[in-house]
């Protein structure tokens, strides 16, 4: 567990720069990716993508979306139950399954370095995983309800809903250390999360259908 003290931990609001939706979806949003140009959402039975500069919905397949989601750089991840689709995001279809590590209790997922890295929200627990077999390489211990998960710029961060409280965090990916906590507005949730590569993360806003943009803590040069 992690167990560094709360006076060593960086903590600091949230900035919210925009809100995206509500889409129109009755299971509201879970996992969040970003291709370079979209955003991708997990809206239950689909996957939508969509514009960050018009908030417009670009494109819409209909997969089993009910979790987290990653990219790769040419392929699509949805977490679908007990297993992981590897998606074509061309045509939407699914070219590769592994089993889920959770079995259908998993939250959020990322890629980095060739891994899938998932959260499993009651377990309160992130795993890096093989895409290709999903052998479990890794379990990084929390002590929060886990939510989507995001690398950037070497950077392990993850997303919490405990109760009516939601954070950012960034973790030490070897020990799962929280180094710093960025909090959201009291009934503001996470679902999903990703890095747009710069000084964004999108999250999904559960069942408030809302995908939010919001800044992550410049770094020094």
Same mark, same amino acid.
């Given at each position: 567990?992690?167990?560094? &003290?709360?006076?060593?931990? %960086? ?28 955003? !991708?959402?997990? +809206?239950?039975?689909? =996957?939508?993508?969509? *514009? ?11 997969? #089993?979306?009910? @979790?987290? $989601? #990653?990219? *790769?750089? +040419? %392929? ?8 992981? *689709? ?25 890629? @980095? ?16 995983? *093989? ?5 479990? =390489? ?8 886990? +939510?989507?998960?995001? !690398?950037?710029?070497?950077?392990? !961060?993850?997303? $919490? !809903? ?19 906590? =960025?909090?959201? &507005? #009291? ?35």
């Amino acid at each position: 567990m992690n167990d560094i &003290p709360r006076h060593a931990v %960086h903590v600091s609001p949230v900035e919210i720069a925009r809100e995206y939706g509500p889409f129109d979806t009755s299971e509201g949003v879970a996992g969040v990716t970003y291709d370079g140009h979209h955003i !991708w959402a997990a +809206t239950g039975e689909r =996957l939508i993508a969509v *514009d960050p500069d018009s908030g417009q919905i670009a494109r819409s397949l209909p997969r #089993a979306a009910d @979790a987290g $989601t #990653a990219f *790769d750089g +040419t %392929h699509l991840y949805q977490l679908a139950e007990a297993r992981i *689709d590897k998606i074509d995001p061309a045509t939407g279809a699914v070219v590769a399954s592994i089993p889920a590590p959770g079995q259908g209790c998993d939250s959020g997922m990322a890629w @980095a370095d060739g891994s899938l890295w998932v959260g499993q929200y009651r377990e309160r627990r992130i795993v890096q995983i *093989d895409p290709a077999t999903g052998a479990v =390489l890794r379990t990084l211990e929390s002590d929060r309800f886990v +939510t989507g998960v995001s !690398w950037v710029d070497g950077e392990l !961060w993850h997303g $919490t !809903w405990e109760g009516d409280d939601s954070d950012l965090r960034r973790i030490d990916p070897d020990d799962g250390r929280v180094l710093e906590r =960025l909090e959201l &507005p #009291a009934g503001v949730h996470v679902s999903g999360l990703e890095s747009d590569g710069g000084d964004l993360f999108y999250c999904g806003g559960g069942r408030s259908g809302l995908v939010r943009a919001v800044r992550r803590p410049a770094r020094a040069a």
